[in-house]
């Protein structure tokens, strides 16, 4: 992709039933990664993300807390969800919400425009629906509950609750029409699903043959009205799902919406089914392009299971960052995970990692270089003599490092892009302790020699702050202060991370890029 490009990436939009937990989180710091990442390629990056407000789980819970849904959902909004962003440092460039009016409108406007086109049709639902997942389902996807309150019932194999039955004129969208329109993308467009497990099972589960969807409901009325009868609202996922294009000016604003879409859709595998099926299936059915990808991330798993607040395993984002700080949280989550897979969390590797990996190998390396700068050369940034193998060593990883990453960023590989990257921490690491500047510094005969040195290592800092940038804000910008980095981090060009200017002096770090936190590894706090 070349400079200029567009890169829209949307992570879903969160329930607003509850606060949020690490699981979501996860999803926002990586889709926060790739966007910073992008803008650093001197793309056009776009970072949308927002909350799903309809439906019957929404609504459910504000009964059960005495309210409306709207306010309910004004409450969570405000004191949780956008909070939730500043904790966890998202630069996101829009929030959607999807009872905003522009939503709604877009919503009609798709909606009406299926109609007409004959997509749609009126008929009898009957079947289960678990309101936990706002889906239809299969007596496939349910189970016999084992043991506890329901037992002996059959309960959602996710949210091991009981479903309903439901028994509804409704409004159905002719999904079926698009089976082979769908395998044939998959086929096409391999990495139209990823990552290959995702990809996988949900090939085989459209080859079984694709149902139409119940697209409305009519016995409640929170929701988006459908447009020709008033009676019945928009299935709250086909709503959702439509949060993509209506933040973008569907129906409004052609220009804006052919600048951006298709977005990059960051997932969790447990909703990898809705954007991979039902919502290219709806593109297609209103004549749009499809998402250019959808990615589906494993999940942050707890005692085996995928955490979650209703099964009372959700830690809230603040419980780490309050501690460690958002940058130890975005860095944790991204490096210790392969993205696509499950990754268990725990404190104890949380802080172990930290003290590792960010307090002694980067933190460390960034003030034990600043400080040398400042006593041998005071604060003077030395310039390169003649290079040894071992400094053109660490030039060659610091392009290396570069190289990788880049290429590892554009398949998804977020935690492999930061171990390429870390390796030039480590090598740094290494180059100083095998070149012992601290001697050099005992005779002035080496004083080119030292000086060589140190720049070799202010050099390498640099390409880490701007490598580093998109997962550690807010470190890197202090390093990048303290090694003279000229012009704004965030403008350096991540694809070239080896040639960045300096003003020629460094300043003292005021304090550690991540300072020592003595931690009680059971409950995380300090
Ligand atoms: N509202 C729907 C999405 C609609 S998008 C048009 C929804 N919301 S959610 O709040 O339940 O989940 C949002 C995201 O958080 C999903 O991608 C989900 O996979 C992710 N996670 C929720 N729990 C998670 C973990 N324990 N681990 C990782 N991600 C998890 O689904």
Redesign the pocket.
Known sequence: MSAGDSFYIA?????VNDVP????A??EVAADVLARWHRQRGEDAWLLTGT?EHGQKILRTAVANNTTPQEWADRLVADSWQPLLETIDIANDDFIRTTDERHEKAVSTFLQRLYDDGHIYAGEYEGYYCVGC?EYKQLDDLVTAPDGDYKGQLVCAIHSRPVEILKEKNYFFRMSDFGQKLLDLYESQPDFVQPASVRNEIVQFVKQGLDDLSISRSSFDWGVKVPWDETHVVYV?FD??L??VSAIGYGVDDEQFAKRWPAVQ??????AR??AVI?PAMLMAAGLPVPRAVFG??????GGE???KSKLTGIAPSQITDTFGSDAFRYYFMSAITFGQDGSFSWEDLSARYQSELANGFGNLASRVIAMVNKYFDGEIPTLGELTASDEAIIATQKRATEQSNALIDTFAINEALASVWQLVDELNGYITEQEPWALSKDPANRERLGTVLATTVNGLGTLAILLSPVLPKATEKLWQAIGGVGELREQRIDDATSWSNTGRVTALESSLFPRIEVDAESGTA
């Open positions: 992570t879903p939009i969160f329930y937990h690490i699981g979501h996860y999803t799903d706002e996922w959702a799902l949060n993509y960051l997932v969790g595998k447990d909703i809705f954007h919502w991330h494993g999940w942050l798993l707890v995928k955490m979650s």
